[in-house]
């Protein structure tokens, strides 16, 4: 938590007010059981009309100002936590906008909306009541013991008992109430991670019809959090009914104790008034520094979960050894060397020992069985991960030691799944490149053979998508997420299985104006259809991880058992001689 105050550095000037005008609504609170025993005493009990008037303005005129200091106050704290609230938030989308795939795995993307939003509220509520609890409970407690001594040394000695009985009934109600909170907010993510799954896998639970399942699933979570919610305000709930009690016990007694004292010591009677009101300060102060007590524990515990995301080291680094420049267009080479790779905590590697080299105006084909590391093969070269053993080099220089943004701006993917924005098309594809203009947009339509089905949308270019371009077929939206990575006219062109959703017509076509358009860059194609790849340069079968074979169709069917077994379940014998 300490080391999120950096966040509120910024609105140091804000802080400073909030804890000067604390201070003086406070003083004045403070000052005001004094002018009301003034008045009792030499007032009221003296008949002297016109003193009590005056004490009564002067009482006015600081209940006024501390209420002003106290609205400033509130002001200027809301503004102080709400900017902390902000900042901190930033920074964490920050450090996600950062992560690797490895990161969002280790937290997960549910428990990191939590974190990023419900988690800093709790922290930003912290924060704002530190600043104004933070001045008031101590200074009342120390102010408001001195002014009883001050007013009352004999009967003051009763703070000694009701102070210590005040804080271990609070002790014995938070002690139940501090590991809950932890938990609470596991609960809240569960509770998020269940309604996101949901939403985003409607098709599949209407298709399997598994509402109820899901039903339950949301019932169980939700009651879950609600049991922990209630079981963390019941203890809140308790606590105010007995600290109220012993308030009021504590009262009465000073009452019945200061009107003995009244006769024989002479005490006055607006000096026992003014006294209780001390004692009423003293253990609202108590009680006030029991819920920073009760609520430091719960920030504590959201910070402590954002500290978390804010500690994750990146596995990717971004280097800062090449200077910030675009590719060149007259490159030459991709070369795996000797790449292995395991996912964190896997137990067996994922890719192992590959070695090959692709070059310009090549394409190479990728193949295998499903879990083969096809995709695992494509994610290195993006570096959502990097190699655990050899490297990948663009012209013989290691990727790790380009600057991510030039190495991702040389590449144009296309996920396995493709994703789009809501937005219209022509937002989409531009998402590709920003400047490109409507011409080539409308080329890389084209070449995608996507320009037929946008132009018989409402709108054409413009036509708005829904969230995830769900108001598309799967097929059409794999084509515009085709044209999103040609508009970049990328040096490398990464497929990872894009062709799968399109018909062996469309993807035909496809193949062959890509063809034309890729001469100066190397295409990196995950296919599972043999003849989506025949015509490759280079085609990669891989096994279990494995480079079993490399080279051209032809030779593959001769050489490598694996391929020729793919080959043969999807060809016919005529196709294969
Ligand atoms: N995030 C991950 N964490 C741990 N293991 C993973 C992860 N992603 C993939 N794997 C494992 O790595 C292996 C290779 O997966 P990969 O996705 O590269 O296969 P693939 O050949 O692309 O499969 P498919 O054709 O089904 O898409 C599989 O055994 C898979 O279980």
């Given at each position: 938590m300490k080391k999120m105050l950096v966040f509120l550095a910024p609105y140091r000037t804000y802080v400073g007010l909030v804890l000067v005008l604390t201070f003086l609504q406070t003083m004045s609170t403070l000052y005001l059981p004094q002018l009301m025993s003034h008045i009792v005493d030499h007032g009221i009990v003296l008949g002297r009309e016109h003193y009590i008037l005056h004490m009564g303005l002067w009482m006015l005129a600081i209940t006024i100002l501390g209420g002003m200091a106290a609205v400033g106050a509130s002001y200027f704290a809301a503004h102080a936590s709400s900017g902390f609230g902000q900042r901190l938030r930033s920074r964490i989308f920050r450090h996600v906008e950062a992560f690797g795939l490895a990161e969002f795995n280790q937290i997960g993307t549910s428990s990191l909306i939590v974190r990023t939003t419900n988690d800093v509220m709790q922290v930003q509520q912290l924060v704002n009541m530190m600043l104004r609890m933070m001045v008031i409970a101590p200074l009342t407690a120390i102010g408001g013991i001195a002014m009883a001594i001050h007013t009352s040394p004999h009967l003051s000695e009763s703070l000694i008992i009701i102070i210590p009985l005040l804080g271990l009934a609070i002790a014995a109600v938070l002690g139940r109430g501090l590991g809950l909170f932890r938990v609470l907010q596991s609960k809240v993510d569960r509770l998020n991670r269940v309604v996101r799954e949901n939403l985003i896998g409607v098709r599949v639970v209407r298709a399997f019809h598994r509402e109820s399942l899901e039903r339950r699933r949301f019932f169980d979570a939700n009651t879950d959090l609600t049991d922990t919610s209630v079981r963390v305000f019941q203890l809140m709930a308790l606590m105010m009914p007995v600290v109220t009690l012993i308030m009021n016990l504590a009262t009465v007694a000073v009452f019945w104790w200061g009107s003995l004292q009244i006769a024989p010591r002479g005490l006055e009677v607006g000096s026992l008034m003014a006294f209780v009101q001390y004692i009423m300060q003293i253990m609202f102060s108590v009680m006030m520094l029991s819920m920073m007590a009760f609520m430091i524990p719960r920030g504590e515990a959201s910070a402590q979960r954002i500290e978390e995301v804010l500690q994750i080291r990146l596995a990717i680094t971004d280097s800062t050894?090449?200077?910030l420049t675009p590719l060149p267009r007259d490159w030459a080479e991709l070369s795996f060397r000797h790449v292995s790779f395991a996912y964190?905590?896997?137990?067996?590697?994922?890719?192992?020992d590959i070695s090959f080299t692709a070059h310009l105006g090549q394409t190479v084909a990728i193949i295998g069985g499903t879990g083969s590391g096809k995709s695992t093969l494509i994610n290195l070269v993006v570096r959502f991960y990097d190699p655990t053993a050899g490297t990948i080099t663009l012209d013989g220089v290691d990727i790790r030691t380009l600057p991510l943004e030039t190495l991702r701006q040389s590449l144009g993917l296309v996920p396995q799944k493709a994703v789009l924005f809501s937005g219209s098309v022509v937002e989409n594809i531009r998402y590709?490149?920003?400047?490109?203009s409507e011409d080539e947009i409308f080329a890389a339509l084209k070449t995608a053979q996507a320009w037929e089905f946008v132009s018989g949308l409402e709108g054409s270019l413009h036509h708005l998508l829904d969230q995830g371009g769900a108001n598309l077929s799967g097929g059409q939206r794999q084509r515009l997420a085709i044209a999103r990575a040609i508009v970049r006219h990328p040096n490398i062109y990464l497929f990872d299985?894009?062709?799968?959703?399109?018909d062996y017509k469309t993807d035909a076509l496809l193949r062959r104006s890509l063809k034309e358009q890729t001469q100066d860059a190397i295409v990196l194609l995950v296919a599972q259809r043999i003849a989506t790849i025949v015509d490759a340069d280079l085609i990669l079968v891989l096994d279990d991880g494995k480079l079993v074979g490399q080279g051209r169709h032809r030779d593959l069917l001769q050489n490598c058992a694996v391929y020729r077994e793919i080959a043969e379940s999807q060809l016919s014998p005529e196709e294969i001689a």
């Open positions: 050894e090449t200077p964190p905590g896997a137990e067996a590697p994922a890719l192992e590709g490149n920003p400047e490109a299985d894009s062709f799968s959703a399109l």
